[in-house]
């Protein structure tokens, strides 16, 4: 239940517009609804299981003569294969981090940081927060009820608030965030190499059967070709990106809008030199930069940044008792945009100057709909 109580707005046992137990739980990985969600990965392997059919089958026995040939065709082949899943299934697997205890609120204290004031049992924490929600001083997730971390949203599909989240991605039934950022990365390198050298390996062959010069080529591996340039130039414009990303410590989200600081930045998340940049996603040691395994060197709540003086610095202690505060709250999109005022939230929460509440529901996940839609077939 929610309403004012001894003069202030306050919430006991539920999220902000939400009655008791209505808050979801975080989806669970092998639950009903996630194992739905992997049809696309079904769509993936079944497409992946007919290029090696073709290529296994009906490709290498066309270099069976030259062992040499043979030899580079096979390896190439299994080992970007093989480089692919595994990516792509870490990427899968790996759950969205939980925001740390430190950034959770009771109901009191969310109270408290709702109207405005930072309360002193948060405000001794001195929490790592320098970055501001859209228009305001410090962004709170009125559905996890935390201070929302540096870089941090909140995903409506997986229903938690995701570390560094770049977009939610159906084709890999997961959020991109800081726990998979660099599983995502290496898929999509992966994936447009082994397209490119498969396309690469299979066009010979493709030209010889549309010239007619050899009938022992059969019309699947032409299919599989055009199937493959599809596929192709559709992952490209992906990987440029998400490269151009990575060179810039920067995210589709933060890429797409206004990055406000309450300190003087310079560049953003953009730290000194490229390798910085990369070594923040990737970890420092660059000998396993390849390989989707865990080597980031950040907690996905601590980050470096440059100031306009050229320091590099970090994110420590940003929020403190005596931080100046317009409170800027994330609201889910389900939540009743027709409610009456009486019912609304109180003046003294900012909504970055919109006309109305509904604007500022707006679902980090949302945002990158359309794009997905087009950078994927």
């Known amino acids: 239940s929610e309403g004012w109580v001894g003069g202030r707005w306050c919430l006991v046992g539920g999220s902000l517009g939400m009655a008791d137990g209505e808050t979801s739980p975080p989806r669970r990985r092998w639950s009903l609804e996630w194992n739905l969600g992997l049809f696309p990965a079904f769509i993936i392997h079944l497409l992946l299981a007919w290029a090696v059919r073709v290529f296994d089958f009906l490709v290498l026995p066309l270099v069976a003569s030259q062992p040499e040939l043979l030899a580079v065709y096979a390896a190439v082949f299994h080992v970007?294969?093989?480089?692919?899943?595994?990516?792509?299934?870490?990427?899968?697997?790996?759950?969205?981090?939980?925001?740390?205890?430190?950034?959770?609120?009771?109901?009191?204290?969310?109270?408290?940081?709702?109207e405005g004031r930072i309360p002193p049992s948060v405000g001794k924490r001195e929490l790592p927060v320098i970055g501001r929600g859209r228009g305001s001083r410090v962004a709170v997730c009125a559905q996890c009820k935390v201070v929302k971390p540096d870089r941090t949203h909140h995903c409506s599909v997986c229903r938690q608030c995701v570390l560094k989240m770049d977009h939610h991605c159906p084709w890999v039934n997961n959020c991109v965030g800081h726990h998979n950022y660099k599983f995502f990365c290496l898929f999509v390198i992966y994936a447009s190499i082994f397209l490119a050298a498969l396309l690469c390996m299979m066009a010979?062959?493709?030209?010889?059967?549309?010239?007619?010069?050899?009938?022992?080529?059969?019309?699947?591996?032409?299919?599989?070709?055009?199937?493959?340039?599809?596929?192709?130039?559709?992952?490209?414009?992906?990987?440029?990106?998400?490269?151009?990303?990575?060179?810039?410590?920067?995210?589709?989200?933060?890429?797409?809008?206004?990055?406000?600081?309450?300190?003087?930045?310079?560049?953003?998340?953009?730290?000194?030199?490229?390798?910085?940049?990369?070594?923040?996603?990737?970890?420092?040691?660059?000998?396993?930069?390849?390989?989707?395994?865990?080597?980031?060197?950040?907690?996905?709540?601590r980050w470096e940044v440059v100031l306009e003086t050229g320091e590099l610095t970090n994110n420590n202690g940003g929020l403190t008792e005596s931080s100046d505060v317009d409170v800027d709250v994330d609201v889910d999109d389900s939540l009743d945009t027709n409610e009456s005022a009486e019912n609304r939230a109180p003046p003294s929460i900012a909504t970055d100057g919109e006309n109305s509440r509904q604007s500022s529901r707006m679902d980090d996940s949302a945002d990158l709909a359309e794009v997905t839609d087009r950078l994927l077939p």
């Not at 990516?87 to 925001?99: D, E, F, I, Q």
């Not at 591996?221 to 199937?227: A, E, Q, Y």
Request: aromatic share 12%; with cysteine.
């Open 204 to 301: 010979p062959f493709i030209v010889k059967w549309m010239n007619g010069k050899d009938k022992s080529i059969d019309s699947e591996i032409p299919l599989c070709g055009f199937v493959t340039a599809v596929f192709l130039f559709t992952v490209l414009p992906l990987k440029c990106m998400h490269c151009s990303l990575l060179l810039d410590n920067a995210t589709t989200l933060e890429h797409m809008r206004t990055q406000r600081f309450n300190v003087d930045v310079l560049h953003g998340w953009r730290l000194p030199t490229w390798w910085d940049n990369v070594a923040s996603t990737c970890g420092p040691r660059m000998l396993l930069w390849p390989f989707p395994v865990h080597s980031t060197r950040t907690d996905g709540v």
């Open 80 to 114: 970007l294969l093989v480089m692919l899943l595994w990516s792509y299934w870490k990427c899968v697997l790996a759950l969205p981090m939980a925001v740390p205890q430190e950034f959770k609120l009771s109901d009191e204290e969310f109270c408290r940081v709702v």
